[in-house]
């Protein structure tokens, strides 16, 4: 099945300060999508990305998909931003919501 | 965007006994996704359930022990048969609607 690995597994930020989270997918993809999973366990969809660059708000994140990575900013971090962001993928021949997650990144923002 | 609620939050179970889980949408969708969380772990697909069709269930599991019933568009339960402690999970319901929606979990533990 596709492999996808997420750096660094583990994050401490002091609050304010920006941040790249990345993600690796070894296969073509039709699906890409970027999470937060709060510290009560809410999973939370932060962007559908495929390919491209979005924005929201504070979070930006970028996907180059002829070389199989994804790159999520967090700018001026604030402590809300703490939990696990996922990155899951879905093949370009299977199911669309059939997702395969990374092992996340673990952020902790610290006031 | 879908609005997910998921039916118990939690519950503790004994070993041997079986825990159905209710999911329900506020909007009719064709698939919906049933996830497990093992503690400190990343998620995983259990199965895919259409409305109408046998449930789709992804490697490691099975049907016997994770029978899915899919009785309208918008509703759906997953039940943990014969539970052990290596069952105690978040259980998630999810749909797709070109971003992924999560249900907020049913987090169970088996003693």
């Known amino acids: 099945g596709i492999q996808v690995e997420q750096s660094p597994p583990d994050l401490i930020l002091q609050e304010g300060a920006n941040s790249t989270l990345r993600c690796n997918f070894s296969d073509s993809v039709n699906n890409l999508q970027w999470f937060h999973q709060n510290p009560w366990g809410q999973l939370i969809n932060l962007f559908y990305i495929p390919s491209g660059t979005k924005q929201n708000g504070r979070l930006s994140a970028t996907t180059v998909a002829t070389e199989r990575y994804s790159l999520l900013y967090i700018s001026s971090s604030q402590t809300t931003d703490s939990g696990v962001y996922f990155c899951?993928?879905?093949?370009?021949?299977?199911?669309?919501?059939?997702?395969?997650f990374g092992a996340g990144t673990q952020v902790v923002v610290t006031p | 965007s879908a609005v997910i609620s998921q039916k118990p939050s939690r519950d503790i179970c004994q070993r041997g006994t079986s825990l159905t889980i209710q999911c329900q949408v506020d909007?009719?969708?064709?698939?919906m996704f049933w996830y497990r969380q093992q503690p400190g772990q990343s998620l995983t697909l259990i199965a895919t359930a259409n409305q109408g069709s046998e449930a789709t269930y992804e490697s490691g599991f099975v049907i016997d022990k994770f029978p899915i019933s899919r009785p309208n568009l918008t509703f759906s339960t997953l039940t943990v048969s014969n539970m052990s402690p290596e069952d105690s999970s978040i259980y998630l319901c999810?749909?797709?609607?070109?971003?992924?929606?999560f249900g907020p979990g049913t987090r169970l533990t088996v003693l």
């Open positions: 909007s009719q969708v064709t698939m």
């Open positions: 899951a993928v879905a093949l370009t021949t299977d199911s669309w919501g059939k997702l395969q």
């Open positions: 999810s749909v797709d609607e070109d971003t992924q929606y």
